[in-house]
Protein backbone atom coordinates (compact mmCIF):
# COMPACT_ATOMS: atom_id res chain seq x y z
CA UNK A 1 0.00 0.00 0.00
CA UNK A 2 1.25 3.76 -1.00
CA UNK A 3 1.21 6.14 1.66
CA UNK A 4 3.28 8.85 3.98
CA UNK A 5 4.69 7.57 6.53
CA UNK A 6 6.49 10.54 8.29
CA UNK A 7 7.50 13.89 7.94
CA UNK A 8 9.28 16.47 9.70
CA UNK A 9 10.35 20.21 9.55
CA UNK A 10 14.35 20.93 9.97
CA UNK A 11 16.50 24.66 9.90
CA UNK A 12 18.98 23.80 7.14
CA UNK A 13 21.40 25.72 8.31
CA UNK A 14 22.21 23.40 11.04
CA UNK A 15 20.14 20.61 11.00
CA UNK A 16 17.96 21.83 14.02
CA UNK A 17 14.20 20.13 13.85
CA UNK A 18 11.60 22.50 14.30
CA UNK A 19 8.80 19.87 13.89
CA UNK A 20 7.95 16.59 13.05
CA UNK A 21 5.26 13.89 12.94
CA UNK A 22 4.79 11.09 15.75
CA UNK A 23 5.94 7.98 14.29
CA UNK A 24 4.38 4.55 15.78
CA UNK A 25 6.72 2.34 13.42
CA UNK A 26 9.28 0.76 14.88
CA UNK A 27 10.02 -1.61 12.26
CA UNK A 28 14.07 -2.00 11.78
CA UNK A 29 13.34 -0.69 8.10
CA UNK A 30 12.03 2.70 9.85
CA UNK A 31 14.80 2.79 12.52
CA UNK A 32 16.96 2.84 9.11
CA UNK A 33 15.34 5.60 7.80
CA UNK A 34 15.55 7.53 10.56
CA UNK A 35 19.16 7.62 10.30
CA UNK A 36 18.99 8.81 6.74
CA UNK A 37 16.94 11.50 8.08
CA UNK A 38 19.56 12.20 10.44
CA UNK A 39 22.08 12.33 7.98
CA UNK A 40 20.71 14.44 5.80
CA UNK A 41 19.64 16.74 7.95
CA UNK A 42 23.31 17.35 8.27
CA UNK A 43 23.65 18.01 4.93
CA UNK A 44 21.11 20.07 3.88
CA UNK A 45 23.16 23.64 2.87
CA UNK A 46 25.25 21.59 0.48
CA UNK A 47 22.14 19.79 -1.53
CA UNK A 48 19.85 21.26 -4.27
CA UNK A 49 15.98 22.70 -3.03
CA UNK A 50 14.31 19.48 -4.18
CA UNK A 51 15.89 15.94 -3.67
CA UNK A 52 14.62 12.91 -3.54
CA UNK A 53 16.39 9.58 -1.69
CA UNK A 54 15.80 5.91 -2.38
CA UNK A 55 16.36 3.31 0.00
CA UNK A 56 14.12 0.18 -1.29
CA UNK A 57 11.26 0.13 0.60
CA UNK A 58 10.85 3.72 1.28
CA UNK A 59 11.36 7.17 -0.55
CA UNK A 60 12.83 9.96 1.72
CA UNK A 61 11.70 13.17 -0.40
CA UNK A 62 12.28 17.07 0.65
CA UNK A 63 12.46 20.64 -0.33
CA UNK A 64 14.07 23.75 0.79
CA UNK A 65 13.63 27.31 1.11
CA UNK A 66 13.59 30.20 2.99
CA UNK A 67 15.98 28.42 5.51
CA UNK A 68 13.64 25.75 6.29
CA UNK A 69 13.60 22.31 4.84
CA UNK A 70 10.47 20.00 4.51
CA UNK A 71 10.98 16.12 4.89
CA UNK A 72 9.16 13.52 4.34
CA UNK A 73 9.08 9.33 4.27
CA UNK A 74 6.88 7.40 2.45
CA UNK A 75 6.64 3.88 0.45
CA UNK A 76 8.60 3.40 -2.40
CA UNK A 77 5.42 3.34 -5.04
CA UNK A 78 4.03 6.37 -4.12
CA UNK A 79 3.84 8.71 -6.58
CA UNK A 80 6.16 11.29 -6.57
CA UNK A 81 3.79 14.38 -7.69
CA UNK A 82 1.83 13.38 -4.78
CA UNK A 83 4.69 13.35 -2.45
CA UNK A 84 6.11 16.83 -3.67
CA UNK A 85 2.76 18.66 -3.61
CA UNK A 86 2.18 17.09 0.25
CA UNK A 87 5.51 19.21 1.06
CA UNK A 88 4.31 22.49 -0.63
CA UNK A 89 1.31 22.16 1.24
CA UNK A 90 3.69 21.53 4.51
CA UNK A 91 5.92 24.63 3.24
CA UNK A 92 2.98 27.27 2.83
CA UNK A 93 1.58 26.71 5.77
CA UNK A 94 4.74 26.62 8.09
CA UNK A 95 5.82 30.40 6.22
CA UNK A 96 2.78 31.65 7.26
CA UNK A 97 2.12 30.36 10.50
CA UNK A 98 5.69 31.52 11.54
CA UNK A 99 7.60 34.47 10.57
CA UNK A 100 11.25 33.56 9.10
CA UNK A 101 12.95 35.75 12.90
CA UNK A 102 11.37 32.92 14.53
CA UNK A 103 12.73 30.51 12.75
CA UNK A 104 16.31 32.25 12.40
CA UNK A 105 16.55 32.35 16.55
CA UNK A 106 14.93 29.17 17.80
CA UNK A 107 17.48 26.91 19.98
CA UNK A 108 15.59 24.27 21.12
CA UNK A 109 14.62 21.26 18.97
CA UNK A 110 11.15 20.65 18.27
CA UNK A 111 9.83 24.01 19.41
CA UNK A 112 7.38 24.46 16.55
CA UNK A 113 5.79 20.76 17.49
CA UNK A 114 2.44 22.37 17.46
CA UNK A 115 2.99 22.01 13.83
CA UNK A 116 2.35 18.31 14.44
CA UNK A 117 -1.53 18.48 14.44
CA UNK A 118 -1.22 20.44 10.78
CA UNK A 119 1.13 17.57 9.01
CA UNK A 120 -1.36 14.69 10.26
CA UNK A 121 -4.23 16.53 9.13
CA UNK A 122 -2.57 16.66 5.88
CA UNK A 123 -0.66 13.70 6.00
CA UNK A 124 -4.41 11.41 6.39
CA UNK A 125 -5.69 13.76 3.59
CA UNK A 126 -2.74 12.66 1.48
CA UNK A 127 -3.35 9.12 2.23
CA UNK A 128 -6.78 9.14 1.60
CA UNK A 129 -6.34 10.29 -2.63
CA UNK A 130 -9.97 10.27 -3.06
CA UNK A 131 -10.51 12.59 -0.70
CA UNK A 132 -7.88 15.03 -2.30
CA UNK A 133 -9.51 18.23 -4.58
CA UNK A 134 -5.87 19.92 -5.81
CA UNK A 135 -6.46 18.72 -9.36
CA UNK A 136 -5.26 21.96 -10.20
CA UNK A 137 -2.51 21.79 -8.22
CA UNK A 138 -1.54 18.65 -9.02
CA UNK A 139 -0.93 19.39 -12.59
CA UNK A 140 1.38 22.10 -12.13
CA UNK A 141 3.49 20.02 -9.84
CA UNK A 142 3.91 17.35 -12.54
CA UNK A 143 4.55 20.18 -14.97
CA UNK A 144 6.91 21.70 -12.50
CA UNK A 145 8.78 18.03 -11.79
CA UNK A 146 9.16 17.52 -15.42
CA UNK A 147 10.77 20.27 -16.63
CA UNK A 148 12.79 20.10 -12.85
CA UNK A 149 12.88 17.19 -11.91
CA UNK A 150 14.26 16.27 -7.99
CA UNK A 151 17.56 15.78 -7.61
CA UNK A 152 18.49 12.13 -6.91
CA UNK A 153 20.24 10.91 -3.84
CA UNK A 154 22.34 7.66 -3.71
CA UNK A 155 23.11 6.09 -0.34
CA UNK A 156 26.50 6.18 -1.39
CA UNK A 157 26.58 9.84 -0.70
CA UNK A 158 25.50 9.75 2.96
CA UNK A 159 28.31 7.03 4.03
CA UNK A 160 31.38 9.90 3.66
CA UNK A 161 32.96 9.10 7.55
CA UNK A 162 34.13 12.85 7.55
CA UNK A 163 30.36 14.10 7.53
CA UNK A 164 30.31 15.60 3.81
CA UNK A 165 28.75 14.36 1.42
CA UNK A 166 30.74 13.24 -2.28
CA UNK A 167 28.54 14.80 -4.53
CA UNK A 168 28.91 14.50 -8.46
CA UNK A 169 30.75 17.76 -10.14
CA UNK A 170 28.57 19.51 -12.59
CA UNK A 171 25.70 22.39 -12.71
CA UNK A 172 22.46 21.54 -11.28
CA UNK A 173 19.50 22.36 -13.63
CA UNK A 174 17.26 19.64 -11.89
CA UNK A 175 18.67 17.19 -14.48
CA UNK A 176 20.37 15.35 -11.39
CA UNK A 177 23.84 17.36 -10.49
CA UNK A 178 24.68 20.14 -8.85
CA UNK A 179 27.84 22.77 -8.47
CA UNK A 180 31.03 21.13 -7.65
CA UNK A 181 31.46 24.28 -5.57
CA UNK A 182 28.58 26.03 -4.11
CA UNK A 183 29.61 29.51 -2.88
CA UNK A 184 29.96 29.42 1.37
CA UNK A 185 26.60 30.08 3.23
CA UNK A 186 27.08 33.14 5.32
CA UNK A 187 24.48 32.75 8.96
CA UNK A 188 21.14 34.05 8.13
CA UNK A 189 20.46 38.56 8.15
CA UNK A 190 19.69 39.48 11.68
CA UNK A 191 17.95 42.74 12.07
CA UNK A 192 20.89 45.07 12.94
CA UNK A 193 22.33 43.71 9.38
CA UNK A 194 19.74 44.91 7.53
CA UNK A 195 20.14 48.12 8.85
CA UNK A 196 23.54 49.04 8.44
CA UNK A 197 23.04 47.27 5.26
CA UNK A 198 20.75 50.14 4.15
CA UNK A 199 22.26 53.31 6.24
CA UNK A 200 25.43 51.65 3.89
CA UNK A 201 23.36 52.52 1.67
CA UNK A 202 22.50 55.63 2.38
CA UNK A 203 26.27 57.23 2.68
CA UNK A 204 27.34 55.48 -0.40
CA UNK A 205 24.55 57.54 -2.53
CA UNK A 206 24.93 60.70 0.16
CA UNK A 207 28.71 60.61 -1.43
CA UNK A 208 27.51 59.88 -5.04
CA UNK A 209 25.82 62.93 -5.03
CA UNK A 210 28.15 65.30 -3.10
CA UNK A 211 30.73 63.86 -6.08
CA UNK A 212 28.33 65.01 -8.87
CA UNK A 213 27.81 67.98 -7.06
CA UNK A 214 31.66 68.59 -6.34
CA UNK A 215 32.27 67.96 -10.37
CA UNK A 216 29.70 70.74 -11.44
CA UNK A 217 31.09 73.17 -9.13
CA UNK A 218 35.12 71.94 -10.63
CA UNK A 219 33.06 72.54 -13.84
CA UNK A 220 31.85 76.20 -12.98
CA UNK A 221 34.98 77.29 -11.34
CA UNK A 222 38.18 75.92 -12.10
CA UNK A 223 40.10 76.82 -8.81
CA UNK A 224 37.87 74.03 -7.31
CA UNK A 225 40.00 70.85 -5.93
CA UNK A 226 39.36 67.99 -8.07
CA UNK A 227 40.47 65.34 -4.96
CA UNK A 228 37.39 66.26 -3.78
CA UNK A 229 35.53 64.61 -6.39
CA UNK A 230 37.67 61.56 -6.18
CA UNK A 231 37.15 61.05 -2.47
CA UNK A 232 33.54 61.61 -2.79
CA UNK A 233 33.80 58.61 -5.10
CA UNK A 234 36.33 56.57 -3.30
CA UNK A 235 33.63 56.77 0.12
CA UNK A 236 30.54 55.94 -2.60
CA UNK A 237 32.61 52.57 -3.99
CA UNK A 238 33.85 51.79 -0.29
CA UNK A 239 30.31 52.06 1.37
CA UNK A 240 28.78 49.75 -1.74
CA UNK A 241 32.09 47.64 -1.38
CA UNK A 242 30.78 46.83 2.63
CA UNK A 243 27.86 45.79 1.21
CA UNK A 244 29.03 43.86 -1.53
CA UNK A 245 30.75 41.51 1.77
CA UNK A 246 27.63 41.93 4.13
CA UNK A 247 26.02 40.00 1.33
CA UNK A 248 28.19 37.48 -0.08
CA UNK A 249 31.52 35.22 1.27
CA UNK A 250 35.10 35.84 0.18
CA UNK A 251 37.90 35.65 0.77
CA UNK A 252 39.82 37.50 3.71
CA UNK A 253 36.57 39.33 4.36
CA UNK A 254 37.16 40.36 7.76
CA UNK A 255 40.45 41.80 6.92
CA UNK A 256 38.59 43.66 3.56
CA UNK A 257 36.10 44.87 5.60
CA UNK A 258 38.78 46.74 7.76
CA UNK A 259 40.44 48.07 5.34
CA UNK A 260 37.49 48.99 3.36
CA UNK A 261 36.29 51.15 6.94
CA UNK A 262 40.25 52.33 7.02
CA UNK A 263 39.34 54.18 3.25
CA UNK A 264 36.22 55.73 4.61
CA UNK A 265 37.88 57.33 7.60
CA UNK A 266 40.47 58.23 5.66
CA UNK A 267 38.06 59.81 2.77
CA UNK A 268 35.86 61.57 5.64
CA UNK A 269 39.40 63.32 6.91
CA UNK A 270 39.95 64.59 3.70
CA UNK A 271 36.71 66.19 2.95
CA UNK A 272 36.95 67.52 6.85
CA UNK A 273 36.51 71.47 5.26
CA UNK A 274 33.55 70.33 3.22
CA UNK A 275 31.62 68.41 5.93
CA UNK A 276 30.70 69.27 9.32
CA UNK A 277 31.21 67.26 12.58
CA UNK A 278 27.76 65.60 12.60
CA UNK A 279 27.83 64.59 8.75
CA UNK A 280 31.13 63.43 9.59
CA UNK A 281 30.45 61.49 12.75
CA UNK A 282 27.54 59.73 11.13
CA UNK A 283 29.91 58.66 7.82
CA UNK A 284 32.44 57.15 10.19
CA UNK A 285 29.92 55.22 12.63
CA UNK A 286 28.03 53.74 9.65
CA UNK A 287 31.21 52.24 8.36
CA UNK A 288 32.09 50.95 11.99
CA UNK A 289 29.09 50.20 12.39
CA UNK A 290 28.63 47.93 8.56
CA UNK A 291 32.67 46.37 9.58
CA UNK A 292 30.85 44.76 12.79
CA UNK A 293 28.21 43.06 11.28
CA UNK A 294 30.10 42.16 8.65
CA UNK A 295 32.48 40.71 11.27
CA UNK A 296 29.69 38.70 13.10
CA UNK A 297 27.96 37.55 9.97
CA UNK A 298 30.14 34.48 9.84
CA UNK A 299 30.16 31.32 7.02
CA UNK A 300 27.71 28.45 8.73
CA UNK A 301 30.20 26.08 10.11
CA UNK A 302 29.55 22.27 10.32
CA UNK A 303 26.15 21.07 11.54
CA UNK A 304 26.02 20.52 14.85
CA UNK A 305 24.43 16.64 16.04
CA UNK A 306 21.01 16.91 16.78
CA UNK A 307 18.88 14.02 17.74
CA UNK A 308 16.31 13.69 14.83
Known amino acids: MSMILSAS ?17 QSMGMQECRKYFKMLSKKLSQLPDRCTLKTGQYNINFISSLGVSYMMLCTENYPSVLAFCFLDELQKEFITTYN ?5 TAIRPYCFIEFDNFIQRTKQRYNNTRSLST ?38 KGTGKI ?40 LQNEGEDFS ?45 ELRNLWQLFFHVTVGAFSTLQIRLRQPQGKSPDYNV
Open 9 to 25: VVRVRDGLPLSASTDYD
Open 179 to 218: SAAPHQRLEPVTLPGIVSFVLSLLCGALNLIRGFHAIESL
Open 100 to 104: MMKTN
Open 228 to 272: YVIAFFLGTAACLYQCYLFVYYTGWRNAKSFLTFGLICLCNMYLY
Open 135 to 172: KMNLADMQTEIKLRPPYQISVSELGSANGFSHIPVGEY
